[in-house]
């Protein structure tokens, strides 16, 4: 169809598969895992399907889906035989168009007899999904929510939400939903047309009639003059997506309202006409505010107010006490939440609590109002929990997130909610926190601008069988870090009182940054790959040999190593690791991302470079690395053979005597990179006349030299006449230089000032690829 919207008058048509290739698609598909072909040889059925197979005309997406169904089904002869002789095998597709026809009777009764093996719930679910655009991509939580007005019922002892997410799970393994990423599903376009078919009349893109139910303006060309002709003849819509205005009096029936980006800044109070309204959409909206007469939308299950511009929520929303999901996930502006979200105790999801104090006569949220909200699931981030007193008076022992155990990321921030809230002492904060224990399960905790000393519960690691991530960020009194077993991601900033960091087995990243009192970090993590050290004042490394473990022999998973601004760090515990490494079972280390920057002490060398065979990256400044003497360029190759990415950075404000000034030549025997980034070089004119050794180099960027000429080789035979003429032209040496620049992908160059470059070496870059700033 896209070919013929070109005007191509030919179009190749796609090999159908052999029958050998069909009947391998279709075992793999029909097949569950443990089980082998010869199976149905047992069974007696191999003819069965070699006769379903020949059915599917040899089309891919037949052939998965039907083989996704018999997946469902028993391996026996009845049932086998059941799908074969289906009468559907014959369903011819009546034409309504040009492309209908061309994909009718051949392709479609496969696919059909795939929906009609369908439950009838996950049928009406399959259609649903048509009310989306062709190529769409559809978040996978925003149709769970619709699914859910509507079209999934209630089981005892589980939620609706978990009940949509399955049938999505359900149709993906049927092969009639496609799975694009953990967000994003999608409809392949004949399965959207075979959807469009059978919901009818009743699902509209664009044209409207009194039988249309569900209707999406997502694609439509006037969605304004729709929206118009909609509410003349349509008058029992339950379902709209992508409406521009927000006036609805004809529209009493609808379930489902989506005004995503919706340019208004406040809603009108006819909003209130829409009392059976469950679902109301309004992310990356202008909305402020909503007004009063949201109260009258008592059905309201969902209100999505995502990455819109909410300002504050008015205290009507407690009037709301069937709401189940209430988005409120990167609203920065949202200062202000109403008293009264106690009263919604069906709520599962809510992104954001803001603690708040009181406005206009308006009470503010107490974080008491927290206590109830026990179906609460996902993630939670309580805000202002240091700027308001409502966040600590008559808080005392109560257990406020303790019996919530559907929450499984939480994060406190102690900050303030508004510039006006008066900060809340040490002593205070450390009530608050103690009365936010967190619930058994939580996988991932943050928290921040904290001012209070260790909560007890912090200590008590059968909190801590599920916690995988731990975030602590300006906690000024946090003074250890316990061992939690499950731990497998460390996060420490701006911790002056942090002392102790305890050894865990599963962590796999840790970064520390900005711990002034920090003077020693843990020696035995075994399953540690990304370590990130930065602003360590009083870190002196790791000590070099003696007795336990020493840094990467206790590390032997460690992928990546990044150290910044850690002024009394030294390397000598690093290369005796190294060396022991190597001399343990004939193990290399496994390093292959290390940068090392303003650490004065760590006076790197190439004892420790040359010991990383598997380095990938590689970041450098001279304060931080003394790589003198050099080898030659024919013997650099031998120590870092894998050497892709390098980075050097000269300091221009430091003593001559750890100063490079200019590039070093064993750069130039790098042949396996492919990034180059120079920095501060200010004694380099030229770097002219070794590119051809660099010939896998795709980007290179220049940046900070003040007496840099060329970058190819200066052709110094140019006579003065030659000159005077404009007959000089690029020497042999200067275009073999040029042709090897050619390859790049991106040059960037800045400040620069006395740098020149060749005419054709711009000319063969194009100028989108070279960046002069």
Not at 51 to 74: A, D, H, N
Request: charged content about 25%; hydrophobic content about 35%; some cysteine.
């Amino acid at each position: 169809r896209c070919i013929k919207g070109m005007g191509a008058y030919y179009m190749h048509p796609l090999p159908e598969l052999s029958f050998h290739q069909s009947w391998e698609l279709f075992i793999k598909e029909a097949l569950g895992e443990g089980q082998a072909e010869r199976n149905l040889e047992i069974h007696n059925v191999r003819d069965v399907g070699e006769s379903i197979v020949e059915k599917c005309g040899g089309l891919p997406l037949v052939i998965k889906t039907v083989g996704s169904m018999m997946r469902t089904k028993q391996i026996s002869r009845e049932d086998w035989q059941f799908v074969e002789d289906c009468k559907i095998w014959e369903w011819k597709m009546p034409a309504a168009s040009t492309s209908s026809s061309e994909i009718g009777g051949h392709i479609l009764p496969g696919l059909i007899l795939s929906y009609d093996d369908l439950p009838y719930y996950l049928k009406s679910c399959f259609v649903y999904c048509c009310i989306f655009p062709k190529d769409y991509e559809i978040e996978r939580e925003r149709l769970i929510i619709q699914w859910v007005h509507g079209l999934i019922e209630e089981k005892e002892g589980r939620d609706v939400e978990a009940t949509a997410s399955q049938c999505i799970k359900d149709l993906i393994k049927r092969c009639l939903i496609e799975e694009i990423d953990l967000k994003k599903i999608k409809l392949h376009d004949i399965l959207h047309y075979l959807a469009s078919y059978i919901g009818g009349r009743e699902y509209s893109h664009a044209s409207t009639s009194q039988h249309t139910r569900h209707m999406s303006l997502l694609a439509a060309d006037n969605v304004k003059e729709t929206m118009h002709n909609a509410t003349a003849t349509t008058h029992k819509l339950r379902t709209l997506l992508g409406a521009s205005s927000c006036h609805m009096t004809n529209f009493n029936w609808l379930r489902v309202l989506s005004l995503r980006g919706y340019r208004m800044y406040e809603l009108p109070n006819s909003i209130q006409c829409l009392a059976l309204l469950k679902y109301l959409h309004l992310s990356w909206s202008k909305v402020r505010r909503l007004p009063s007469s949201i109260s009258r939308l008592y059905n309201l299950q969902t209100l999505d107010l995502s990455y819109s511009r909410i300002e504050e929520l008015p205290k009507e929303i407690g009037e709301l006490c069937n709401l189940r999901y209430l988005g409120l996930e990167v609203t920065q502006e949202l200062k202000f939440i109403a008293e009264g979200l106690r009263k919604l105790t069906n709520l599962r999801t809510l992104h954001r609590f803001v603690v708040c104090d009181d406005k206009r006569g308006t009470k503010g949220c107490n974080i008491r109002e927290l206590k109830d909200l026990n179906k609460l699931k996902g993630e939670l981030s309580i805000e202002g929990l240091g700027g308001s007193r409502k966040a600590i008076d008559h808080v005392g022992n109560a257990q406020l997130l303790k019996e919530k155990h559907g929450i499984i990321s939480l994060l406190l921030n102690f900050g303030f909610a508004t510039c006006n809230d008066k900060q809340s002492s040490a002593s205070e904060q450390s009530g608050v926190l103690e009365a936010l224990e967190p619930p058994l399960g939580l996988e991932c905790l943050k928290i921040s601008d904290y001012k209070g000393k260790i909560p007890a519960w912090h200590l008590k690691t059968e909190y801590y069988t599920m916690l995988h991530s731990l975030k602590l960020d300006s906690c000024y009194l946090w003074e250890k870090l316990i061992c939690i077993t499950s731990l497998k991601a460390v996060y420490v900033n701006n911790c002056p009182a942090l002392c102790e960091i305890a050894s865990m087995p599963a962590l796999e990243s840790l970064e520390v940054k900005d711990c002034s009192s920090l003077e020693q970090l843990p020696r035995h993590m075994p399953s540690l790959k990304s370590l990130k050290v930065d602003d360590l004042p009083n870190w002196e490394g790791w000590p070099a040999g003696g007795s336990g473990e020493t840094t990467l022999t206790s590390m032997p998973c460690l992928r990546e190593a990044d150290f910044a601004n850690c002024p009394k760090m030294q390397t000598q515990g690093l290369i005796y690791a190294l060396s022991q490494l190597a001399g343990h079972e004939g193990q290399a280390t496994q390093l292959q991302k290390l940068s090392v920057q303003n650490c004065p002490s760590a006076r790197l060398g190439w004892k420790l470079l040359e010991q990383l065979p598997n380095l990938i990256e590689l970041e450098l400044d001279s304060k931080s690395a003394v790589l003198v003497p050099s080898p030659l360029p024919s013997q650099v190759s031998t120590f870092l053979p894998s050497l892709k990415t390098l980075e050097l950075r000269d300091n221009t404000n430091v003593d001559e005597e750890v100063k490079w000034g200019r590039l070093p030549q064993w750069v130039w025997g790098l042949s396996q990179l492919e990034y180059l980034s120079l920095d501060s070089f200010s004694e380099e004119i030229s770097l002219g006349g070794h590119w051809q050794c660099l010939p896998k180099l795709r980007r290179l960027w220049l940046h900070d030299f003040p007496n840099l000429k060329s970058v190819v080789e200066v052709n110094n035979n140019i006579t003065a006449q030659q000159q005077q003429n404009g007959t000089t032209c690029p020497s042999d040496a200067q275009q073999q230089q040029i042709a090897c620049l050619s390859n790049l992908q991106s040059l960037w160059i800045v400040n620069c000032p006395a740098l020149d470059l060749p005419q054709e070496l711009r000319d063969r870059l194009g100028g989108r690829m070279i960046k002069v700033l």
